[in-house]
């Protein structure tokens, strides 16, 4: 397994807080440092304000070096795929090319209402076509160019500029849905995630997407499996609930439904995931204020599993 650290700056971090997870995560041996792509808090002030994810992710590569850095995951609802095409490849050549994108169908209609971006009712057609573009552009060669015509958006003679430094760049789809978001992975993802879910319906949700990709003749040890909670570990008891209070999680509820406890829990828990088929866990952490979290998950979990 490898251990990727994902924030939620929506809920209240200026890019210096965000700056300092990511230098810590990559000081510490973490794979990657991810965060949301969200413009709304969900609950709470949301302090001092939200931040672009791609902005701050660009900035951070250039204060980094070895870690990856991506999304969990960007809205197809507010991200044109033209324009998100050229701002990750431009982000993943001002990193060296270490960036990955996570992409989704959007579903946190406030945020849009909030800053008056039309949130559809059919969201799924969109987010195909998106997938199809963003790929097209970064996979037409050099001196070409590409062109789309589909139901919710047309390309003309698009230059397909810039390249990403990876070829592919790595894509990540995630979800529940039982048919259409497998089918989706197994054609365009380097990496499936499922969020939030239980030991049983993570499996499930892996199985899904393997069986996919043996529908259309690929691999399924390509792709990837990986797994994102809400983290907060302790290395007591005392420790573990003043950390999940911090987080605005309730300790009990957390540790049922998320990764929550003693750092032998949390190690248990995730070990029952692995034998479930993930390869990679995102510890989504909520204080971004709390870097010796940070350090006792790379210390005392990390090297268990």
């Not at 994810?53 to 507010?78: D, H, K, P, Q, Y």
């Not at 992409?103 to 009712?121: C, D, S, V």
Request: net charge negative; aromatic share 10%; proline share 6%.
């Amino acid at each position: 397994m490898d251990f990727r650290i994902f924030t939620e700056p929506q809920q209240g971090a200026s890019y210096a807080d965000q700056l300092a997870v990511a230098q810590a995560a990559e000081q510490l041996g973490f794979d990657a440092f991810f965060r949301s792509d969200h413009f709304l808090a969900m609950g709470g002030d949301g302090l001092p304000g939200p931040t672009d994810s791609w902005v701050t992710l660009g900035a951070i590569a250039r204060e980094t070096s070895t870690i990856r850095l991506g999304t969990l995951v960007s809205s197809a609802t507010f991200r044109w795929p033209g324009l998100l095409a050229i701002q990750v490849a431009q982000v993943d050549e001002m990193s060296g090319g270490r960036v990955e994108l996570g992409l989704g169908t959007g579903w946190f209609e406030a945020e849009h209402t909030a800053y008056g971006i039309p949130f559809p009712t059919k969201r799924f057609g969109p987010f195909t076509e998106q997938l199809e573009i963003v790929t097209g552009l970064w996979s037409t060669p050099v001196g070409e160019t590409f062109s789309y015509d589909g139901e919710h958006y047309r390309l003309a003679d698009a230059p397909a500029l810039p390249k990403p430094v990876q070829q592919p760049l790595p894509i990540i789809i995630g979800g529940g849905g039982p048919r259409r978001t497998p089918a989706l992975a197994a054609r365009f993802a380097s990496e499936f995630n499922v969020g939030f879910s239980s030991v049983d319906k993570a499996g499930q949700g892996f199985e899904r997407v393997r069986q996919a990709c043996e529908e259309i003749g690929r691999n399924p040890d390509s792709i990837v499996m990986s797994l994102a909670h809400t983290t907060a570990v302790g290395r007591d008891e005392a420790e573990y609930r003043r950390r999940a209070e911090a987080s605005g999680r309730d300790a009990a509820e957390l540790r049922e439904q998320g990764l929550g406890g003693t750092v032998a829990e949390v190690v248990d828990k995730l070990g029952r995931y692995r034998e479930a088929g993930a390869q990679r866990i995102y510890f989504q952490v909520l204080d971004l204020s709390d870097l010796d979290h940070l350090e006792l998950l790379a210390r005392e979990v990390v090297p268990q599993l």
